[in-house]
């Protein structure tokens, strides 16, 4: 195990990305960045950490921001209810911690939306304690390294996977030890064609021994994909625009996208339009039809949204459809609004 330890930590030094928040990490640094970085690649985000941390330096700052500021901040990385989460860290941490992160792993994971990897990378790259981070690049690295075959994504591995982590761990560097781990897997010991004649772990990596790299780690077949049919309405009125803000438990809750009838199946802008969905929104107002949008496919983690957009053109409001989710706004106004990638790439067409 020393030696692992210490190949891993020598390769670091040589090797590591000049990454902003590495060079005098706080516990926010480190929080903001691993929050980030969840589902998203280093080079996608940083540029939001950049802007975060310019535009709210403290977790502090960041606990007075609002809901829709932070929504907005995040659009684009997905997965929003980590944005939503950010935030509520932030408010958590001030009102229960003094402003402060606390350096206990358990209290740590008390935190909204810090789990057991998030916590022991806040404990051990900002407080220095021997706690092991388990994220993808870890499971790729060990399941390679000892050549395990039980599959990542169910209970058992997980515990393993765990379990082996901290027996590795360099106990006096852990920071230190779970930044090159990772790293080695972001670099070094990549999900596609690894450079294994040049590893420095290779003469300890079982999978190169066995010829089992392209099959490490294992991972259960995915549940399946949905598809969703999503059919827009683009209501405009002169220079104004129905929005409607999404405040159900659905996806992207609290951001905001067009009024719309989702459907069970594919259909043409003519069966939307004959549907009593449409007749209920539009309810007997005259209406021109300006534009058909071709199909959008957007691919989400277990769903996969197929959209169209059908541009309608109003002479007077739809009073009958106003709340305080679903209201007109200027259209030159758009770009203050948070709104779902789908949305983003629709307006940019």
């Not at 060079?23 to 903001?32: A, D, E, F, I, S």
């Not at 030159?332 to 307006?347: C, G």
């Amino acid at each position: 195990m020393n030696i692992i330890q210490d190949t891993l930590i020598n390769w670091y030094a040589l090797n590591q990305r000049d990454l902003p928040w590495r060079h005098n990490p706080t516990p926010y640094q480190v929080w903001l960045s691993e929050v980030i970085l969840q589902q998203t690649r280093v080079n996608q985000g940083m540029d939001y950490y950049l802007r975060f941390v310019d535009r709210w330096p403290t977790v502090a700052d960041l606990a007075q921001a609002s809901e829709e500021e932070v929504l907005k901040m995040w659009q684009g990385l997905g997965y929003y209810s980590r944005a939503r989460n950010l935030r509520l860290c932030a408010k958590q941490v001030v009102e229960s911690y003094n402003g402060q992160f606390p350096a206990d792993y358990e209290q740590l994971k008390l935190l909204k939306g810090v789990g057991d990897y998030t916590a022991a990378a806040i404990a051990s790259i900002a407080f220095n304690k021997p706690h092991a981070v388990v994220d993808g690049n870890v499971y790729r690295v060990l399941s390679r390294l000892f050549d395990i075959e039980t599959p990542i994504n169910i209970n058992e591995g997980q515990k393993l996977f765990s379990e082996l982590a901290n027996k590795l761990l360099n106990r006096k560097h852990p920071g230190l030890h779970n930044q090159a781990l990772m790293e080695f897997g972001a670099l070094q010991c990549t999900p596609k064609n690894p450079n294994c004649l040049h590893c420095p772990l290779q003469p300890q990596c079982l999978a190169f021994e066995h010829f089992t790299v392209a099959q490490r780690p294992l991972k259960l077949q995915k549940t399946k994909v949905a598809t969703r049919y999503f059919n827009y309405l683009v209501i405009r009125i002169g220079d104004s625009i129905y929005l409607r803000k999404r405040s159900d438990n659905d996806i992207w809750k609290s951001l905001y996208d067009f009024p719309c009838i989702e459907s069970e199946t594919s259909l043409g802008p003519n069966e939307v339009i004959a549907s009593d969905a449409f007749k209920q929104i539009i309810e007997g107002t005259n209406f021109t039809i300006s534009k058909v949008s071709p199909p959008f496919i957007h691919k989400l983690t277990h769903r996969t949204i197929v959209a169209q957009f059908i541009e309608i053109k109003l002479e007077k409001k739809l009073l009958q459809i106003e709340t305080k989710e679903v209201f007109l706004a200027a259209e030159r106004e758009l770009e203050n609004y948070p709104i779902p990638r789908l949305i983003d790439l629709y307006l940019n067409t």
